[in-house]
């Protein structure tokens, strides 16, 4: 039974193995380099305080935050690459002009992992690129539907509606277009398949493939993830 319907069980394999390659070489660093980093002493001793950790736990814990903060900065080109990956669609890769199309159904698409990765003014500025790409004659993707993507949004609720934020210079709220609009990353993973659970099944999927490919190719023979089902859980908060 493949991993997913809507990619390759190859495809999938080569995708997950590449941010397990980053976060395992990122804990490596981390662990080699930690001393010779400079550590703020005024906020350990806050952290200490505050959490109560001792020096080994709160260090631990500091290390996991460095390298879950490299694996954050992958994980929306993750996102990006398996939807690029669904028939019908392209990843332009970082440096496009945009980070996924489909010529097929005239759609481009900017991906960002979470809600909070632009705010305010920024936000006014990828609404007049998107909007610039589909509504001059002269642009490749005149005539397409731009969509901004949040894959993790503020709250579970699904939406796909014009993208309207707040210009910079005058605070009002730019001119809603019917072909810029914003989306959750779950409707826009049912855009892109088809399928109504796709993103579920996406995260559903990942702790199989990461414990099959950190047994046969990181040589961790017994490996399993604990608490899964804890887990998961997130999911349901993110996403409902």
């Known amino acids: 039974m493949s991993y997913l ?9 080569e995708l997950v ?12 660093s981390v662990e080699q380099d930690f001393e010779k980093n400079v550590i703020d002493p005024f906020a350990t001793i806050f952290d200490a305080a505050i959490s109560g950790f001792h020096h080994e736990t ?7 935050r460095q390298c879950q903060k490299t694996l954050t ?5 993750l996102h990006q690459k398996v939807l690029g990956s669904v028939d019908g669609w392209e990843d332009l890769y970082v440096g496009g002009e945009v980070d996924l199309k489909s010529d097929q159904h005239q759609v481009i698409a900017e991906i960002k992992n979470k809600h909070n990765t632009l705010t305010g003014g920024r936000l006014a500025d990828e609404y007049q690129s998107l909007l610039d790409k589909v509504s001059k004659k002269s642009s490749t993707y005149y ?12 709250t579970p609720e699904r939406f796909n509606v014009s993208f309207t934020p707040s210009d910079r210079s ?4 730019v001119a809603a277009h019917e072909h810029v609009r914003t989306i959750d990353g779950a409707s826009f993973y049912e855009l892109v398949t088809g399928r109504p659970h796709a993103l579920q099944e996406f995260y559903q999927a990942l702790p199989v493939v990461i ?5 046969t190719r990181f040589g961790e023979e017994t490996f399993t993830i604990p608490d899964k089902d804890a887990f998961a859980a997130y ?3 993110a996403f409902g």
């Open 73 to 77: 900065n992958h994980i929306g080109a």
């Open 235 to 237: 999911f349901t908060t």
């Open 143 to 154: 005539g397409y539907t731009a969509y901004f993507v949040t894959i993790i949004p503020k």
């Open 17 to 28: 193995a590449s941010i397990l390659t980053i976060g395992l070489n990122r804990k490596q």
């Open 5 to 13: 319907a809507y990619i390759s069980d190859e495809k999938f394999e």
């Open 211 to 215: 414990e099959h490919l950190m047994q």
């Open 170 to 173: 005058t605070g009002a709220k």
């Open 58 to 64: 709160w260090k631990e814990s500091e290390m996991i």
